[in-house]
């Protein structure tokens, strides 16, 4: 059930918004073993001036850049699963953007089970209802 929030530097592109979050949902559905009809997937841009690199807006630097964050439950994904998906998302997004900077973050957020859910529902009471 991750909700993934991906920024992503430039101006709003339809296309490469569903390119992105599909890419997204493969990793995330592959490499850490989610299901794909709860992951949910929000693309927002950032203007390269108004994103900062050492003091310096990516339009100066001709970059582009990405920022993810994921959430998922706490305890159910390991550490080589997540390091596998934070190497396969930069790598996919480098694809997808070209001339990535390589300070574009990922972050894989585990959140207690009984703190996170959807539907009205927690992750907890969903695994005690099982």
Same mark, same amino acid.
């Given at each position: ?15 490469l918004?569903?390119?992105? +979050?599909? +890419? ?13 009809d ?6 927002q ?41 934070i +190497? ?24 207690? +089970? ?5 539907g ?11």
């Open positions: 059930m991750p909700h993934i929030v991906l920024h992503l530097a430039g101006q709003p592109d339809a296309d918004t569903r390119r992105s +979050a599909r +890419a997204i949902a493969d990793l995330t559905e592959r490499v850490l073993g989610k299901q794909r709860v992951i949910a997937v929000t693309v841009y950032i203007p390269h001036d108004s994103w900062i690199i050492a003091d310096a807006p990516l339009s100066e630097q001709g970059r582009n850049a990405f920022h993810l964050d994921i959430s998922v439950t706490d305890e159910t994904n390991t550490k080589a699963e997540k390091a596998q998906f +190497a396969a998302v930069f790598e996919a997004m480098s694809g997808l953007l070209g001339n990535l900077h390589p300070v574009s973050y990922v972050h894989v957020i585990d959140a207690r +089970a009984a703190a996170y859910g959807y009205g529902r927690t992750q907890e009471y969903r695994h005690q209802h099982r």
